[in-house]
C-alpha cells in the first residue's frame, strides 16, 4: 500500500513548519544564538546521497519563505532549522527515490540582519551570521568617522545621543560610557533586526514631529524659535494641541523637557521659546499634563522617523514612506 502523494507530504510539511514557526516565536529573541532558523535570502546547497548528478548549487530561499529541490516544489524552508528542512525534503522526496538521504550545506545565511546608521565608515546592513557584540559591530563597519579638529583627530559621532533601536524601541545601552571609558557592561549582543545609530555630532538641525503638516528636520538658524520651527514645517494641523508643546533636549538617556504654551506666545502673554541645535520639538494630538507622560512617545517617533530616513538614505528602500523626511 503506498503511502501519502507528494501533494500530501508537502501539505505535511507546511504544517510542520508552521507549528515550528510558532514555537520559535514563542521563545525568546535571543535563542537564535541556539536555533538558527532560515529565512528569505538564504543561499543553500543540495545534494541527495551517492547521486552527484542531482546536486543544486545556490538555491535561494525566496521571498516566500520556500525552496525548490528536485520534484520537491514549494517546500516551506523559513522558521525550520537546517535538520528540519532535511527532514521535511526527505519526507518529500521519498516517492521520487529510493533511500533518500538529503544533504544541505549553508552558502550564505543572509537573512538575519542588523543595520548601522550614521556616522560610521560603512553604512547600511549587515548578515547576522553569527553572534556579534556591539564593538564587533561597529568594527566591522570599520569604526567611527573621525575628523580633523585643530590639528587633533576627533570623533564625528554624538556617542551621548547614539542609541540601540530594537523593535522600535531605544535600549538601555551608554555608548560614551563604552567607547570614551571602556565600560564594557555597556557592549550588549544584538539581535536580528536591531538598528544601531550614531549620530552626527557636528549636526545643526532641530526636528518637529507630531501635530505639524510636513514634521520632519530643519536645518537650525540663529534665533531660532519653537513658533518658527513650528512655521517651517507648515504649522499646526487642526488637532494640535497647542498649549503644551514639548521641547526635548540633550541626551536621549537623560533629556531635559520643557514644556512651552504656543497659544500664549501667539496671544502674545509670553515669548517664544529660543531652540538649540538637536531639539526635538513634538506636538502632541490630545490634551496631556505630564511631560513625562508625552517623553516616551516624543522619543519613540524621533526613533522611527531616524531609523526610516537613514535607513532609506543609507542601506536600501526597506520603508517606502520615511516618517521624516530629509530637508528639501
Known amino acids: 500500500m503506498r503511502g501519502p502523494g507528494p501533494f500530501r507530504r508537502a501539505l505535511a510539511a507546511a504544517c510542520l513548519c508552521l507549528a515550528a514557526s510558532v514555537a520559535v516565536a514563542a521563545d525568546a529573541a535571543a535563542s537564535w544564538r541556539d536555533r538558527y532558523t532560515l529565512g528569505p535570502g538564504d543561499i543553500l546547497s ?3 546521497y551517492g547521486r552527484p548528478e542531482l546536486d543544486r548549487n545556490d538555491v535561494f530561499v525566496r521571498p516566500d519563505g520556500c525552496i525548490d529541490y528536485l520534484q520537491a516544489h514549494n517546500i516551506p524552508a523559513a522558521g525550520l532549522t537546517i535538520d528540519e528542512l532535511r527532514a521535511a525534503l526527505e519526507s518529500a522526496l521519498a516517492d521520487s527515490y529510493r533511500h533518500v538521504q538529503v544533504m544541505i550545506a549553508p552558502v550564505e545565511l543572509r537573512s538575519k540582519r542588523y543595520y548601522m546608521i550614521g556616522r560610521v565608515v560603512d553604512n547600511g546592513s549587515f548578515p547576522m551570521d553569527q553572534p556579534i557584540t556591539l564593538i564587533e559591530a561597529v568594527a566591522r563597519a570599520r569604526g567611527i568617522e573621525t575628523g ?9 559621532a554624538d556617542l551621548p545621543r547614539s542609541m540601540l533601536i530594537r523593535d522600535g524601541r531605544r535600549m538601555p545601552v551608554d555608548f560614551a560610557r563604552l567607547f570614551l571609558h571602556g565600560d564594557l557592561s555597556q557592549n550588549v549582543p544584538l539581535e536580528p533586526g536591531d538598528y544601531v545609530y550614531l549620530p552626527s555630532a557636528n549636526t545643526n538641525e532641530v526636528y518637529i514631529l ?12 540663529t534665533n531660532m524659535t519653537v513658533m518658527g520651527a513650528i512655521a517651517l514645517r507648515g504649522g499646526f494641523t487642526p488637532g494640535a494641541f497647542r498649549q503644551r508643546v514639548l521641547v526635548v533636549r540633550g541626551s536621549l538617556g537623560q533629556p531635559e523637557r520643557f514644556v512651552v504654551d504656543t497659544a500664549a506666545v501667539v496671544a502674545g502673554r509670553q515669548p517664544d521659546f529660543a531652540l538649540q541645535p538637536k531639539d526635538i520639538v513634538y506636538i502632541a494630538p490630545r490634551p496631556w499634563r505630564y511631560a513625562e507622560d508625552l517623553l516616551d512617545t516624543a522619543v519613540s517617533t524621533f526613533l522611527q522617523g531616524m531609523t526610516s530616513a537613514w535607513t532609506s538614505k543609507f542601506v536600501g528602500p526597506f520603508i517606502n514612506e520615511p516618517v521624516l523626511p530629509q530637508p528639501k
Open 148 to 156: 580633523l579638529f585643530e590639528q587633533n583627530t576627533v570623533e564625528l
Open 210 to 221: 507630531g501635530e505639524v503638516a510636513q514634521p520632519g528636520i530643519s536645518g537650525f538658524t
Open 46 to 48: 543540495f545534494s541527495l
